[in-house]
């Protein structure tokens, strides 16, 4: 018998670990997490009921084509529903797209510091990461990533509001970026806080979509609509890429009882969007606060704030969470602070002030 373990693919090797935010603290002072860009409100009584009456089918598969829940997307944007592709989270289709178009000796361009599930991902296919740094106001530098890509180029990913800076990307620049990629190649807009832009220059990637083929746009019900837990997302793309997707689908990833409670989260949008209201009035009084506290604050239209703190990122993230707040850190970077309830956000605001006077 030898002694070596299964050959793996060597593209495994060094794949950074996805790091989730910390949970909060149990026992003890109440302790908030505000670190994983989590919806601090629970689903709405309508959405449980759903979920409770959902659960009484564990023992069938999900419908595979979720099928309800496609059609209700579909009518909601005004899309044929051969458009749409859903998934285990957006993250799940993102990986996905990557599966359809992605490999060895292929590259992927986005920008950095982004979503940190991007680097894991385009390794695992395979393909290289691009990474194109931000410019100095925290935002996408799009004239450089059109400039990134070359022959290799299959996939750009453009995250708007950006994961962790919150600034976005506008519609006249979009549009020109958009024309200098080649046709071939795959832009995924990743929507992820659409809801949470109050800014009506940020263009909505489903009028983007439609009339460019290479354009897919990536929404998730993990956000705004509060399902987190329940894993799922959508891509609205053409149909070439739409049907990519449903190929490269894990078979029946979404259940039931994410479909169904997607379904009856859409049913009430409304009362869903009015909590993201509360949430972005949550934004604006933090961002004046710490702003009225001499931090400079780049502008954010996600459900987060960045503060750029370089080597004072970990004390900075010690000492939130000695206030009771546990934020995500990028060590030597800076601190992504999730806007949660008013409670929270003030502990948040206080040790930001205390840690200020220090300095
Ligand atoms: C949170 C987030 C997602 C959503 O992930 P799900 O898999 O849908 O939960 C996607 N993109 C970005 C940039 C995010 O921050």
């Keep these: 018998m030898s002694e070596t373990s299964p050959r793996l693919r060597a593209q495994l090797e060094g794949i950074p670990t996805y790091k989730p935010g910390r949970p909060a603290a149990s026992g003890g002072t109440t302790t908030y997490k505000l670190s994983s860009n989590e919806n601090p409100y629970p689903p709405l009584p309508g959405?449980?009921?759903?979920?409770?009456?959902?659960?009484?089918?564990?023992?069938?598969?999900?419908?595979?084509?979720?099928?309800?829940?496609?059609?209700?997307?579909?009518?909601?944007f005004g899309v044929p529903a051969s458009h749409i592709a859903t998934g285990t989270g957006s993250v799940g289709v993102a990986q996905q797209l990557l599966q359809a178009t992605s490999g060895p000796g292929d590259e992927v361009v986005y920008a950095w510091r982004s979503f940190e599930a991007y680097p894991i991902i385009v390794q695992i296919s395979g393909a290289a990461s691009v990474?194109?740094?931000?410019?100095?106001?925290?935002?996408?530098?799009?004239?450089?990533?059109?400039?990134?890509?070359?022959?290799?180029?299959?996939?750009?990913?453009?995250?708007?509001?950006?994961?962790?800076?919150?600034?976005?990307?506008?519609?006249?620049?979009?549009?020109?970026?958009?024309?200098?990629?080649?046709?071939?190649?795959?832009?995924?807009?990743?929507?992820?806080?659409?809801?949470?832009?109050?800014?009506?220059?940020?263009?909505?990637?489903?009028?983007?979509?439609?009339?460019?083929?290479?354009?897919?746009?990536?929404?998730?019900?993990?956000?705004?609509?509060?399902?987190?837990?329940?894993?799922?997302?959508?891509?609205?793309?053409?149909?070439?890429?739409?049907?990519?997707?449903?190929?490269?689908?894990?078979?029946?990833?979404?259940?039931?009882?994410?479909?169904?409670?997607?379904?009856?989260?859409?049913?009430?949008?409304?009362?869903?969007?009015?909590?993201?209201?509360?949430?972005?009035?949550?934004?604006?009084?933090?961002?004046?606060?710490?702003?009225?506290?001499?931090?400079?604050?780049?502008?954010?239209?996600?459900?987060?704030?960045?503060?750029?703190l370089g080597e004072r990122t970990v004390d900075f993230a010690g000492a939130c969470e000695r206030a009771g707040v546990v934020i995500r850190p990028f060590p030597g970077e800076g601190v992504r602070v999730t806007i949660a309830e008013p409670e929270a956000n003030d502990l948040f605001v206080r040790a930001a002030e205390e840690f200020r006077k220090e300095l």
């Excluded at 979720?66 to 997307?73: Q, W, Y």
């Excluded at 046709?183 to 992820?192: H, I, P, R």
């Excluded at 993990?222 to 997302?233: D, N």
Aim: aromatic share 6%.
């Design 131 to 308: 990474q194109v740094p931000l410019r100095p106001d925290e935002g996408h530098d799009l004239d450089a990533m059109a400039d990134a890509i070359t022959d290799r180029t299959r996939m750009i990913f453009v995250c708007n509001p950006n994961n962790p800076t919150g600034t976005v990307v506008r519609r006249t620049e979009l549009k020109r970026f958009l024309d200098r990629v080649p046709s071939d190649v795959l832009v995924v807009l990743d929507e992820a806080y659409r809801e949470f832009n109050r800014d009506a220059e940020v263009p909505d990637g489903v009028e983007i979509y439609r009339d460019r083929p290479n354009v897919a746009v990536l929404r998730t019900f993990s956000k705004a609509y509060g399902l987190a837990g329940l894993r799922v997302g959508f891509a609205i793309a053409h149909e070439p890429v739409a049907e990519a997707l449903r190929k490269t689908a894990v078979p029946f990833g979404v259940s039931q009882i994410a479909q169904d409670a997607a379904v009856a989260s859409l049913h009430a949008k409304d009362q869903l969007l009015e909590r993201v209201d509360a949430l972005v009035t949550e934004r604006e009084r933090v961002i004046s606060g710490l702003r009225g506290q001499g931090w400079s604050v780049a502008e954010t239209h996600a459900n987060f704030v960045w503060l750029r």
């Design 47 to 76: 959405v449980m009921d759903q979920v409770a009456q959902s659960a009484r089918n564990l023992h069938r598969y999900p419908d595979m084509a979720c099928t309800a829940l496609t059609g209700k997307l579909a009518e909601h």
